[in-house]
């Protein structure tokens, strides 16, 4: 940081009360007036060098003392004693911590060169040139200043000669950087054999407001100079330090809590940052993309800036981690842990995004990764916010049926997720439990998972036969495609005529057997399981009804009082499974 020494001269004043004056023997002929202070001043050493001073004591006699008020002076008291002190040749220091008032007050009190030579104005100026600007945290700290006198600073020049020097500075190529800097990211240390990196001026930038930060990076982005990762990196460091609760955001969502004077401002610095990001895909992370996403409904920002962020995000959400899309719900009539509307609103996005495109445009195997890459995302997301004592069953399956079934290549991750929601609401009713269990897709479950899934208590009975019968479906093709290299077309399509009338009810027994041990479940289990949830629905007192009423139960409950088509369709293929279930426990 530069400094110029001015005067000689002790520094004489003092304050009595709200008045400032200064020891001398002189007899005090000048009283100024600036906002609540008094200035008790003399007429000789001011009036040579102020050239508003001479205009307004022009209609006083010399013997008489002169009393003015200059409430409108830019930089108030402070700034004028600058001036006093110089006039009376007293030593100050000029920096650029207070260069910008002291210039405004010296020009409105013209202090030029035409009215004496070597005048304050003229030093200011050259200070202001040779060094202000030639140094990066001095034109950084000298644009600052200027925020309090904003009308001032832009019709002087001080504003646009700021910008231009720090514009100057960063466009240097970063191994030419040879000056001052702050950069405290993690795994930096700060010596002498380390290049610059790149992204250098970022931190000292964000501490500029909102409106000169934005003319910086507009005027950085219009020379195509730097890459769009580099002002994307610049907005994000911007957002971190100035909108609260963005680096935190998980803590609490009482961190937000905030005036209305400081929210608007908070508003305006978001809506500002999005309006700045590169259309370059990448510029930013989706993350933090995210970030801005899960705070801008507390914030209140317009539906175009929202519409725009939800866009953005959905064009970079196969990039996404798990960890990116846990934010706490901030909404004060949703109960839920996790904001899941917010990831819905982007998924949802996200297809919009691709089905938007030409097929001309999309490549159909970069078009299934990406699907295929959201699709696990999700799963995995939903393993997380099954853990939610409050997260509803329509949430949990709005969210996990926006995938569409291309999406998913299996369906382990997903039966992981409602096993995970089934453990923690054990109090699931039974049509909530068919609501979220009708989503799987049995024969995208692997080996593994069919065999846990058959075992697992937590799941319907519906699902529970629907898996058996699968893996019957799955040996009885498998046997069929053996016997078409062996016979003839003759038989095979009588093979397929038996099958259409009721061959099938005429397996052995064995075979169900022989289906439910691949499954990891004897006869005598899926009996059980059978038997015990057909117990929970009756009454306790109710008698236990006979074999032959359970399997006829079984047929009514699945067969004809489905309540759905889908439904009605699974308990007319189940039939058959029960009916040779019910026979086989008979003869035992």
């Not at 832009?154 to 000669?161: D, F, S, Y």
């Not at 846990?452 to 519906?462: D, G, Q, S, T, W």
């Amino acid at each position: 940081m530069k400094f110029m020494k001015l005067g000689t001269r002790p520094d004489t004043f003092y304050t009595e009360q709200a008045t400032r004056t200064l020891v001398s023997n002189i007899a005090v002929d000048l009283v100024i007036k600036i906002n609540d202070i008094t200035y008790l001043l003399h007429k000789a050493p001011l009036l040579p060098k102020c050239g508003l001073l001479q205009q307004l004591c022009s209609d006083f006699s010399d013997p008489e003392p002169v009393s003015l008020e200059l409430h409108d002076i830019p930089g108030g008291e402070n700034a004028f004693e600058l001036c006093a002190k110089f006039c009376y040749g007293m030593s100050i220091n000029i920096s650029a911590h207070n260069i910008v008032p002291a210039f405004c007050a010296a020009k409105f009190l013209q202090m030029n060169e035409s009215i004496e030579k070597g005048n304050f104005v003229g030093k200011l100026e050259a200070f202001f040139n040779s060094c202000i600007l030639e140094g990066w945290k001095d034109s950084i700290v000298a644009i600052q200043a200027t925020d309090k006198l904003p009308l001032w600073s832009e019709n002087l020049g001080i504003i646009r000669k700021c910008i231009d020097s720090i514009i100057e500075k960063i466009l240097t190529p970063s191994p030419q950087v040879k000056w001052s800097y702050t950069y405290t990211r993690p795994g930096y240390a700060r010596k002498q054999h380390h290049s610059v990196p790149k992204d250098w001026w970022t931190e000292d930038v964000s501490d500029l407001g909102i409106d000169l930060f934005r003319c910086i990076i507009m005027a950085i982005r219009s020379t195509y100079v730097l890459p769009h990762q580099l002002i994307g990196e610049a907005l994000h460091v911007y957002a971190c330090k100035w909108l609260p609760g963005l680096t935190n955001i998980r803590s609490s969502g009482s961190s937000l809590a905030q005036t209305e004077e400081s929210k608007a401002k908070n508003q305006k610095i978001l809506e500002t940052i999005v309006s700045m990001i590169p259309a370059d895909k990448g510029s930013v992370s989706v993350g933090f993309l995210l970030k801005l996403l899960s705070i801008s409904s507390h914030l209140g920002i317009s539906p175009t800036t929202k519409t725009e962020l939800i866009k953005r995000a959905s064009i970079q959400f196969e990039e996404a981690t798990v960890s990116d899309l846990l934010y706490h719900s901030t909404s004060s009539s949703d109960r839920n842990f996790y904001d899941t509307e917010l990831v819905l609103a982007v998924l949802e996005s996200f297809f919009k995004f691709w089905k938007s495109k030409p097929p001309s445009v999309v490549d159909n195997r970069q078009f299934l990764k990406s699907v295929r890459n959201v699709g696990k995302l999700i799963d995995s997301y939903l393993q997380v916010v099954a853990r939610d004592n409050n997260m509803p069953v329509s949430k949990f399956v709005a969210l996990a049926e926006a995938v569409p079934a291309i999406g998913r290549s299996e369906h382990d991750d997903l039966y992981q997720a409602i096993n995970i929601y089934l453990k923690v609401h054990p109090d699931l009713g039974k049509a909530e439990k068919r609501r979220l269990c009708r989503i799987l897709q049995c024969q995208r479950l692997s080996p593994e998972a069919r065999a846990h899934a058959v075992k697992n208590e937590l799941l319907p009975l519906r699902t529970v036969v629907q898996l058996v019968y699968f893996e019957q479906e799955k040996g009885s093709n498998n046997n069929k495609a053996t016997t078409t290299t062996t016979i003839n077309h003759h038989k095979l399509q009588k093979s397929h005529h038996d099958l259409l009338q009721g061959a099938a009810a005429k397996r052995p027994a064995a075979r169900v057997a022989h289906d439910t041990q691949s499954l990891g479940i004897n006869k005598e289990e899926l009996m059980r399981r059978m038997s015990h949830a057909e117990s929970r629905e009756k009454v306790q007192n109710r008698s236990k009804i006979s074999d032959g009423k359970l399997a006829l139960e079984i047929e009514k409950k699945m067969v004809i009082g489905g309540g759905t088509k889908e439904e009605c369709t699974s308990g007319c293929k189940l039939e058959l499974v029960s009916k040779k279930s019910m026979r086989k426990r008979s003869r035992d």
